[in-house]
T-cell receptor, first 113, second 116 residues
Framework: GEDVEQSLFLSVREGDSSVINCTYTDSSSTYLYWYKQEPGAGLQLLTYIFSNMDMKQDQRLTVLLNKKDKHLSLRIADTQTGDSAIYFCAESLEGTNAGKSTFGDGTTLTVKP | DAGVTQSPTHLIKTRGQQVTLRCSPKSGHDTVSWYQQALGQGPQFIFQYYEEEERQRGNFPDRFSGHQFPNYSSELNVNALLLGDSALYLC???????????????FGPGTRLTVL
């Protein structure tokens, strides 16, 4: 079955880059996502990548996909204290309107001033 | 646009009771998915509703059931509550235009259920 794994914690200094890593097991995954969850809030989609892409950049965010190793990473440039949150990696076999997304357990990012 | 709304925000129940959680999708969305997020874990897919029918289901027992109304809003019902059902229940909506297309899934703030 599908499984998504992430490291639990990451701590960086304000202004540094953050890199959050994720591995997944289902080679059929079509879409891979990064969500952000702040305390007491729901999930906010940050970005997604289609499985036929290697990289996607969106302002301070860069997603890298190594399909051979089933490894996904999210790089946040110039990390700010407002970026402190839990970041979830997720995958789905089709678009999210079609069926379930499988989530990792989240990486807690702490940004120190 | 109010986005995805859920009610109630918090709920406390005792073991064996039944609970109903409600979700209103984002305007223009017709597909609703429900997730359970236990403390310290990622969300787990419960089921998804489209055109008032359950389209896909995760690994949850029959105690978890749902409904979608003609206005696309949805309810999640949990019977015979267990302590382990304590979690944040998230609703997500998207525009269902087919199995192969991508449409962003928007999450609500969730309902925090505590079972004592």
């Amino acid at each position: 079955g599908e499984d998504v794994e992430q490291s639990l914690f990451l701590s960086v200094r304000e202004g540094d880059s953050s890199v959050i890593n994720c591995t997944y097991t289902d080679s059929s995954s079509t879409y891979l996502y990064w969500y952000k969850q702040e305390p007491g809030a729901g999930l906010q989609l940050l970005t997604y990548i289609f499985s036929n892409m290697d990289m996607k950049q969106d302002q301070r965010l860069t997603v890298l996909l190594n399909k051979k190793d089933k490894h996904l990473s999210l790089r946040i440039a110039d990390t700010q204290t407002g970026d402190s949150a839990i970041y979830f990696c997720a995958e789905s076999l089709e678009g999210t309107n079609a069926g379930k997304s499988t989530f990792g357990d989240g990486t807690t990012l702490t940004v120190k001033p | 646009d109010a986005g995805v709304t859920q009610s109630p925000t918090h709920l406390i129940k005792t073991r064996g009771q039944q609970v109903t959680l409600r979700c209103s999708p984002k305007s223009g969305h017709d597909t609703v998915s429900w997730y359970q997020q236990a403390l310290g874990q990622g969300p787990q897919f419960i089921f998804q509703y489209y055109e008032e029918e359950e389209r896909q289901r995760g690994n949850f027992p029959d105690r978890f059931s749902g409904h979608q109304f003609p206005n696309y809003s949805s309810e999640l019902n949990v019977n015979a509550l267990l302590l382990g059902d304590s979690a944040l229940y998230l609703c997500a909506s998207s525009a269902g235009t087919g199995f192969s297309s991508y449409n962003e899934q928007f999450f609500g703030p969730g309902t925090r259920l505590t079972v004592l």
